[in-house]
């Protein structure tokens, strides 16, 4: 007598667990990523907050050197994960009130879509331009990294006003932490397109890992001290 062949049901069966143990392993292994990720972001953004100290002191006279009366930091409505909004710390290197002349600038953006640049930006102060172009403004962000606000590696964090032009496909750049640095910054920065900007987010989501974090916090601080696409 011939054996009897798995009925369709226990085959279907058989492929249904599978596939849930599979989903299980991307979720346990994503869920140590995640953790490990915390603690290297925790341990990276205080190292760099007490290593850097001396540069931020010096950014700190320089702003007020330049300007007595105006603040030396700068914070911004910015949009996290899951569209959750917080307020994201930068050196100022702007006049004082720089989102008042926007509206009046924003037809001369040099970046297609749902961002606004402009090399040449008139309100940029001497040191700002300095401190832009090295991103030495960005390092207060090592705070919003503490705080959980942001992740040392990730997606740029938009704007408000940018979000409310986002696609459905867009906002899948939403769905995670937002990082003071990330595929976008070393790839071309200012010199890419809203889309492509976009496109580097979820290559980045999708393929993420320890490994690649580190790849790119090392490309940043190349960037940082060679990059002519800062401004």
Excluded at 100 to 106: P, V, W
Excluded at 124 to 135: E, P
Excluded at 136 to 159: H, T
Excluded at 164 to 189: F, M
Aim: one cysteine or more.
């Amino acid at each position: 007598m011939a054996p009897t062949s798995p009925q369709r049901n226990d085959i279907e069966a058989v492929i249904e667990t599978r596939t849930l143990y599979t989903g299980y392993e991307r979720n346990l292994s994503l869920r140590f990523y995640l953790m490990a990720k915390r603690a290297v972001d925790l341990l990276g953004a205080s190292v760099g907050l007490i290593l850097l100290s001396p540069i931020l002191l010096l950014v700190v006279f320089s702003i007020k050197i330049e300007d007595p009366k105006g603040s030396v930091f700068f914070y911004q409505k910015r949009v996290g994960k899951n569209e959750r909004q917080f307020n994201m710390y930068k050196f100022r290197s702007m006049v004082s009130d720089a989102e008042k002349q926007l509206d009046a600038l924003l037809e001369r953006n040099e970046i297609e879509g749902a961002m606004f640049k402009m090399k040449n930006d008139p309100r940029i102060t001497k040191v700002g331009k300095w401190i832009r172009k090295t991103s030495i403004d960005e390092l207060p962000q090592l705070w919003n990294v503490i705080r959980g606000d942001m992740s040392l590696v990730g997606p740029r964090p938009a704007l408000p006003r940018e979000v409310q032009e986002y696609s459905s496909y867009d906002r899948l750049r939403l769905k995670v932490t937002p990082g003071c640095t990330g595929l976008w910054q070393v790839s071309g920065r200012n010199a890419l397109s809203f889309r492509e900007m976009v496109e580097l987010d979820l290559h980045y989501i999708e393929r993420r890992s320890l490994l690649l974090d580190l790849k790119l916090i090392l490309m940043t601080v190349r960037v940082m001290f060679g990059s002519s696409d800062a401004y």
